[in-house]
Structures are given as structure tokens and as C-alpha cells.
């Protein structure tokens, strides 16, 4: 990413993407008897209150410089949230810390269905294959980012989701050994983020994998223009 434009074309889909997750998992802290994020009327839509100052400001710039620009890492403020009242707390955990990735999952694939709307009505005619080529690369890139967040947040590493996973399967005395080193997970994350870029960058892989094999798979779809956004989507020759 190093121009407007492209600041333009992934801003609207990093914001929405960071919304859907925590919003998901606000909702479904709620349907798990969690009213905390409901009944302080966090659970929306509002961009606002998801910005996080350290995960929404500052971890974007630090990945980018600690990677020198080829990973940009972010996220929202996290719903809040009372396991306490979940009607099972273990099983209950394990569904609200799944909710986010779950939620960036079904936009992959949402996304995915309007590339080939996009490529279907842009050859309609009617001189709109420029307005469809601009929303065709968006989904492109909410493939790619929403794939990114899914293995992101998969890490086991506290306070993202994957480590309440790891930490209701792991029995009591070593959950609790677990999260207490868990307290320094801020800290685990920049030293990854700035020391261990290659092991990010394979264990983030999988998603620039499937992005292209899909899109591979989904060419006959594309229209010219989407490769005015997004040139590496150009056809090899």
C-alpha cells in the first residue's frame, strides 16, 4: 500500500472487517447470557467505538516499520466482555473467542459472491464496468484482509483469540501458568511483529495462498478494469 489510492480502495474494508469482528463477538457473548457489551449499548455498528488506540493506531505503524512495509497489523477494541455469566463458561469462551474469526470467515466468502456479482453486472453494459471494477477490487482485498485476521487472531498468543482456545483446553493448573504469561502478550506480539516477521509471515501465508488460488479459480469474472486497482491481479503472461 503506497498511495491514496490505496489508502481509498483498503480503509473502507479494514474498518468494516474490525466492526463485524467485535461485533460478532459481542453478540455472541449476549446470545451466551453475557448482557455486558449489550445493555451499555456497545453492541453495534459504529466505527467509533471500536477504535483502540494501541491496536487501531499505534500496532499498524509498528508492523509496518518493524517489517519494513510488507505487514500492516491492526485491530479494534474488544466488546466487553463477563465470562462469569455465561450459562457454561469453558463452552462459552471458546464460542464468543471463535465469534471474530467465524465473522471474518463469512466475509471472505461474501466477498468472494460479489466479485462474481461484480464481474456479471459490470458486463451488462451501460458504462458502469468502472464503478463494478473499483467494488471488485475491494472484495479482492476483503478476501485477503479478512483471511489475515482469521489466522491473526488464531494466534495462541494472549489477548487474542486464539489463546482463550488454547486456554479451555488446557487443564486448570496450566491455563492459569498460561495466562499469567499471558500478561505480557502486548509485549510478545511487538517482539513478533518486529523480530519474528518471517514466522508471521509463513503462519500468515495460508490466507495470500487461498486469495489467489480462489481468485485463480474465478477469472473468468474479472473484469479489466479491477486490474487498474489492483495490478498484481493482471493475468500472467
Known sequence: MGTLQDILLVAPVILFSFVAHEYAHGWAAWKQGDRTAHDLGLLNWDPRTYVDPFMTLIMPVLSWVGTGGSIILGGARSAPLDPSQYRNRRVGDIIVSLAGVTANLLLAGIASLLFVLCGLLGRAGGGVEGTFGVLQAMSVIAVRLNLFLLLFNLLPIPPLDGSHVVKNLLPPRLAARYMRVGRFGFLALILLIWFG???????????????????????????????????????RS
Open 197 to 235: 516477521a518471517g514466522v508471521l509471515e509463513r503462519w500468515l501465508w495460508p490466507a495470500t495462498f487461498a486469495t489467489e488460488k480462489l481468485f485463480t479459480e474465478l477469472a473468468d469474472f474479472r473484469l479489466d478494469s479491477t486490474s487498474q486497482w489492483l495490478p498484481w491481479t493482471r493475468p
